[in-house]
């Protein structure tokens, strides 16, 4: 078992001492070994499948922890720890059947005690803050049988299928969620080390199809030119957080999987910092901002966005806005509004290259209307808490993560939401999101979910800029590598060839 803390040291000593050219896989074992070798960007956010935030954390852990049902690659879900779950007519009671020969990672098997400690956990029943806010709605939890649990909701909510994507721990392991994980996935993490990395150990008593990968390194590397060195290099052979493209030329001996991840980047605007809280200076902030040049200059990659969701999610995406730029309509309503001359201070998390060379790029866009927009690069810890908890800031460029449910993307915006960042407020807006997730009808649920995306275009709420897709950096031989849309980097799928 490799040391993390003594091969970050090595291999910050190796790049100091020696070429690219004479870099290997040594410092993490055999080159012939099966074993996925990769970075991240930074630290999961901890152990605790309840307390992740980060969808840098949830790329990785959705390999560990499962749920009563699981992700799949088309948006949808399917069974996991439940083998199959019914709805009852009034949509108030989700009844689960419990898989039988399901293990823990610590080898005991899961029970249905197990599944109802991790629900009162989920739900805050056991005096813990609630995973997220989608379990406010439980009423109860009842054992119906060995194999048999149902939770019962306070009003119906079509969306809550999706909330049974978090992780059913031991409860066994009560008290020690923070600092051990044991889940029911596919790989195990058999070594942790703050802030340096981890090991995924493929879990031999998996209930489902084994992974033909029995290992996976990880090592945080905050520097986006220094994971591209490593892959070139050898050291990694898997770059799951992006390649530049003006850079592909670069790459012989990899190969790229890319498309669109249901990602929307934006210019997150403060409406408690007093000019954004005046439409007409949000909007010419939107003015300003030229999304296709931009995404051309950033390597031509990304899809151009006019609100807060991704074309991945095609039923209910608005599309065919139309890109709008027009600096002089900007400069009209900045005058009218008493801000000719606004500057503010966008912060912009340090380990992200992408948000921080957007935010050069919009600099630069903004002088052309006489805004002056400073830059402040920050630590991501510092980052979620000052900005996304406190709310702290006057703008910040991020990328909100995509979700399984509309609600899960489209809420981030209603005034009660403990999330949202922006501190928007708008009656209408809270009350279609609010009915529509009690509405059964596919076709008028939908057209409130696309209603509230015209409500986001039309009150300038933020620039929602690009979803950016990816492009990751395989070594040839590996396949298998499958985008989903959510974050999740699916491990068990990979293979490498002979």
Same mark, same amino acid.
């Given at each position: 078992?490799?040391?993390?803390?003594?091969?970050?040291?090595?291999?910050?000593?190796?790049?100091?001492?020696?070429?690219?050219?004479?870099?290997?896989?040594?410092?993490?074992?055999?080159?012939?070994? &099966?074993?996925?070798?990769?970075?991240?960007? *930074?630290?999961?956010?901890?152990?605790?499948?309840?307390?992740?935030?980060?969808?840098?954390?949830?790329?990785?852990?959705?390999?560990?922890?499962?749920?009563? +049902?699981?992700?799949?690659?088309?948006?949808?879900?399917? /069974?996991?720890?439940?083998?199959?779950?019914?709805?009852?007519?009034?949509?108030?009671?989700?009844?689960?059947?419990?898989?039988?020969?399901?293990?823990?990672?610590?080898?005991?098997?899961?029970?249905? $005690?197990?599944?109802?400690?991790?629900?009162?956990?989920?739900?805050? $029943?056991?005096?813990?803050?609630?995973?997220?806010?989608?379990?406010?709605?439980?009423?109860?939890?009842?054992?119906?049988?060995?194999?048999?649990?149902?939770?019962?909701?306070?009003?119906?909510?079509?969306?809550?299928?999706?909330?049974? #994507?978090?992780? #059913?721990?031991?409860?066994?392991?009560?008290?020690?969620?923070?600092?051990?994980?044991?889940?029911?996935?596919?790989?195990?993490?058999?070594?942790?080390?703050?802030?340096?990395?981890?090991?995924?150990?493929?879990?031999?008593?998996?209930?489902?199809? $084994?992974?033909?990968?029995?290992? +996976?390194?990880?090592?945080?590397? /905050?520097?986006?030119?220094?994971?591209?060195? &490593?892959?070139?290099?050898?050291?990694?052979?898997?770059?799951?957080?992006?390649?530049?493209?003006?850079?592909?030329?670069?790459?012989?001996?990899?190969?790229?999987? %890319?498309? /669109?991840?249901?990602?929307?980047?934006?210019?997150?605007?403060?409406?408690?910092?007093?000019?954004?809280?005046?439409?007409?200076?949000?909007?010419?902030?939107?003015? !300003?901002?030229?999304?296709?040049?931009?995404?051309?200059?950033?390597?031509?990659?990304? #899809?151009?966005?006019?609100? %807060?969701?991704?074309?991945?999610?095609?039923?209910?995406?608005?599309?065919?806005?139309?890109?709008?730029?027009? /600096?002089?309509?900007?400069?009209?309503?900045?005058?009218?509004?008493?801000?000719?001359?606004? &500057?503010?201070?966008?912060?912009?998390?340090?380990?992200?290259?992408?948000?921080?060379?957007? !935010?050069?790029?919009?600099?630069?866009?903004? $002088?052309?209307?006489?805004? @002056?927009?400073?830059?402040?690069?920050?630590?991501?810890? @510092?980052?979620?808490? =000052?900005?996304?908890?406190?709310? %702290?800031?006057?703008?910040?460029?991020?990328?909100?993560?995509?979700?399984?449910?509309?609600?899960?993307?489209?809420?981030?915006?209603?005034?009660?939401?403990?999330?949202? *960042?922006?501190?928007?407020?708008?009656?209408?807006?809270?009350?279609?999101?609010? @009915?529509? &997730? +009690?509405?059964?009808?596919?076709?008028?649920?939908?057209?409130?979910?696309?209603?509230?995306?015209?409500?986001?275009? =039309? =009150?300038?709420?933020?620039?929602?800029?690009? =979803?950016?897709? @990816?492009?990751?950096?395989?070594?040839?031989?590996?396949?298998?590598? +499958?985008?989903?849309?959510?974050?999740? #980097?699916?491990?068990?799928?990979?293979?490498?060839?002979?």
């Amino acid at each position: 078992m490799i040391k993390l803390r003594m091969l970050r040291t090595k291999l910050t000593l190796w790049f100091a001492v020696v070429s690219l050219a004479s870099l290997s896989f040594t410092a993490f074992g055999a080159p012939k070994e &099966k074993v996925i070798r990769s970075t991240m960007n *930074m630290d999961i956010d901890g152990l605790n499948p309840y307390k992740i935030v980060s969808s840098a954390s949830e790329e990785v852990t959705w390999n560990v922890f499962e749920g009563l +049902v699981k992700p799949s690659e088309n948006g949808g879900i399917k /069974p996991a720890v439940a083998e199959s779950y019914t709805v009852s007519e009034d949509g108030l009671t989700y009844t689960f059947k419990i898989r039988k020969g399901v293990k823990f990672h610590n080898g005991n098997p899961l029970d249905i $005690k197990d599944v109802e400690y991790s629900l009162n956990v989920m739900t805050g $029943k056991t005096g813990e803050k609630m995973a997220s806010v989608e379990f406010e709605i439980v009423d109860k939890i009842i054992v119906k049988s060995e194999d048999e649990i149902s939770i019962v909701l306070k009003q119906p909510n079509v969306s809550f299928i999706y909330a049974m #994507i978090e992780g #059913i721990v031991p409860d066994e392991n009560a008290g020690n969620l923070d600092k051990k994980a044991i889940g029911t996935g596919p790989y195990k993490i058999s070594e942790y080390e703050r802030e340096y990395g981890l090991v995924l150990e493929r879990f031999e008593d998996y209930w489902g199809e $084994k992974p033909q990968i029995k290992r +996976v390194e990880l090592v945080v590397t /905050p520097d986006a030119e220094i994971r591209f060195l &490593k892959l070139l290099s050898g050291e990694i052979n898997l770059l799951a957080s992006g390649v530049d493209a003006k850079r592909l030329g670069e790459l012989k001996n990899q190969e790229i999987v %890319n498309g /669109p991840q249901n990602l929307v980047q934006l210019l997150a605007l403060n409406h408690k910092f007093k000019p954004f809280s005046d439409k007409r200076v949000r909007e010419a902030i939107n003015l !300003a901002i030229d999304k296709k040049k931009l995404i051309e200059i950033m390597g031509g990659q990304g #899809i151009p966005l006019e609100t %807060n969701m991704s074309p991945v999610m095609k039923d209910v995406y608005v599309g065919d806005i139309g890109q709008k730029v027009d /600096p002089a309509r900007a400069k009209a309503l900045l005058k009218e509004a008493g801000y000719e001359n606004l &500057k503010f201070t966008v912060r912009v998390p340090s380990n992200y290259a992408y948000h921080v060379n957007t !935010a050069q790029i919009i600099v630069e866009q903004l $002088k052309e209307i006489g805004v @002056t927009m400073q830059i402040e690069t920050i630590e991501w810890a @510092t980052w979620l808490d =000052d900005v996304y908890a406190k709310r %702290n800031f006057e703008a910040t460029i991020i990328g909100f993560s995509g979700k399984l449910d509309p609600d899960a993307v489209l809420r981030r915006y209603t005034s009660d939401y403990e999330r949202n *960042m922006v501190n928007y407020v708008n009656p209408e807006y809270d009350k279609l999101i609010k @009915t529509a &997730k +009690v509405t059964v009808d596919d076709a008028a649920r939908i057209a409130m979910y696309k209603k509230a995306q015209e409500i986001l275009r =039309d =009150d300038f709420v933020s620039v929602f800029i690009t =979803d950016p897709g @990816t492009m990751i950096a395989v070594q040839k031989g590996i396949k298998g590598y +499958v985008i989903y849309p959510i974050p999740f #980097i699916d491990y068990s799928r990979l293979t490498i060839e002979d």
